[in-house]
């Protein structure tokens, strides 16, 4: 611990932990909602960005589309899949014109979080540079994410030490890896996969996309029409970007009501779309076609179809198998094929954490944030002065965090309207018999890395108020309607 004689402490209004694309929102929703409050942002790592800061990999690119990835208050004009460099340079943009760099303390790792009812405060506790460093600070804003960023997760399997080859995890992607003219396998069906397939085809030998399961797909050009038409209109950039983030939001929400609702044919329609473009005589049946429902993991988009220009091209291929063995040229497989490898990517997934891997406690008591019940998936019973980022599944990220930004500045109004020092929320009387359920039903959403941790998140209701229903379209409404007097928020 910190000797509080020789340690300098900072005192806060609110302290933000993480400068990812949630933190730097929030420093901005502060500065804009919530001027002459006192915060920091901070941030492990050297740079903002967070995931576009850690992850390297070959054509590291977003998954969702800029005009809902990106924030609502600063219009996108670029590529609507947008590359990493492209996406820290607009939150670079955020940071810049709204004067957000003072705030931000970078190399900051928070190590432990204590909260204290007598002060009504919570002490954060960091290194930088090898030395402590002390916060206090009244309000915590976890925009730290929900994955390690120093390690993926990669599977173990045998003899992967008999291996003559590199192998190396997706997110962990060395500065000096040459691949050039190597038969590349990497291991993997996601959006991870679906990014560096196509990125390391034609530069290596070959790249073999290696899956257990197949994943759903969608495909489009890496464009939006009606964007485009609007701006040879010379119309507001500020107008397009609100019209276009409107009807992306609007067709998210009806192919996901789709999806529930005549999966069959949803199903029917991605597989079509692939075929159409690997030819008729391609086993999409095999190599394509999930055992899953469409709406059960997340649907990734091809900007473009490049991975499937890639296997078309005969440069890329996929294999769908699983893993006996590794040997020292390659990969024996349980059917008793095998691949020969130079180098083997594994796109395989993170490794689940809950707020960061910081040590939480309430009044001296360690916190298990497993026995905790959610508020929207974002504030937690007996947890004092704290909200938490988490986005969604099936639609940008950054939508809930603008989202749970405004309600946090709300929030924090309201406090000081009070005249009060704490909140918490707690399962009124009507919702003590409601029954207690993991974070996310796995009927509805079952990622790997989901039901890995699912044992370290949160609970939830079978309420709407308790639980992250993932349901943008209706969450845009109730959370700025919420009650704050309602009894299930408890002031101090």
Not at 291 to 314: N, V
Not at 381 to 409: E, K, M, Q
């Amino acid at each position: 611990m910190p000797d509080s004689v020789t340690t300098a402490v900072t005192h806060l209004d609110v302290l933000v932990i993480g400068a990812g694309i949630s933190g730097v929102g929030a420093a901005y929703h502060l500065v804009q909602q919530r001027p002459g409050t006192s915060f920091a942002v901070l941030e492990a790592a050297e740079s903002f960005g967070g995931t576009w800061w850690t992850h390297r990999y070959p054509g590291i690119r977003s998954d969702s589309d800029l005009y809902t990835f990106g924030y609502r208050f600063k219009p996108w004009v670029g590529p609507p899949i947008a590359t990493a460099e492209e996406i820290r340079s607009y939150m670079g943009e955020v940071i810049a014109e709204n004067g957000l760099a003072p705030h931000i303390r970078y190399g900051h790792r928070v190590a432990s979080a204590e909260w204290s009812s007598e002060t009504a405060r919570w002490t954060v506790r960091a290194t930088h540079g090898g030395e402590d460093a002390v916060f206090t600070a009244k309000f915590l804003w976890m925009c730290q994410g929900y994955y390690r960023h120093e390690h993926g997760y990669m599977p173990s399997w045998p003899g992967m030490e008999r291996f003559q080859g590199r192998i190396v995890h997706a997110q962990e992607w060395p500065d000096d890896l040459d691949y050039s003219g190597q038969r590349v396998v990497v291991i993997g069906s996601g959006a991870t996969a679906a990014t560096v397939v196509p990125n390391m085809a034609g530069r290596a030998a070959h790249v073999t996309m290696l899956q257990r399961t197949p994943t759903y797909f969608r495909t489009g050009r890496n464009a939006i029409e009606i964007a485009d038409e609007l701006r040879t209109l010379q119309v507001d950039e500020t107008w397009i970007h609100e019209i276009v983030r409107r009807k992306i939001l609007y067709e998210q929400a009806r192919f996901t009501e789709r999806t529930f609702r005549v999966p069959d044919k949803v199903r029917a329609e991605l597989l079509a779309n692939v075929q159409g473009y690997l030819g008729a005589d391609y086993d999409i049946g095999k190599h394509f076609s999930p055992p899953y429902r469409p709406w059960r993991q997340r649907l990734a988009f091809i900007p473009d179809a490049d991975l499937f220009k890639a296997i078309a091209s005969g440069d890329a291929s996929v294999v769908t198998d699983e893993i006996e063995r590794f040997d020292e040229t390659g990969i024996a497989l349980k059917s008793g094929a095998r691949v020969d490898a130079d180098l083997v990517v594994a796109a395989t997934g993170f490794h689940l954490n809950i707020m960061g891997d910081i040590a939480f406690s309430v009044d001296g008591e360690a916190l298990d944030w497993s026995q905790t019940v959610t508020w929207r998936g974002m504030m937690f019973t007996g947890v004092p002065n704290l909200a938490w980022v988490f986005g969604y599944f099936r639609a940008s990220w950054t939508l809930r965090s603008d989202l749970v930004a405004d309600h946090v500045c709300r929030l924090l109004g309201h406090m000081e309207a009070k005249g009060a020092r704490e909140v918490r929320v707690a399962l009124r009387e009507e919702d003590h018999n409601m029954p207690i359920l993991p974070w996310m039903d796995p009927e509805d959403f079952n990622p790997g890395y989901l039901t890995r941790g699912m044992h370290l998140l949160p609970k939830r209701g079978d309420k709407r108020e308790w639980m992250h229903t993932q349901d943008y379209w209706r969450e845009k409404d109730e959370i700025p309607a919420t009650d704050l007097d309602d009894p299930l928020f408890r002031y101090g």
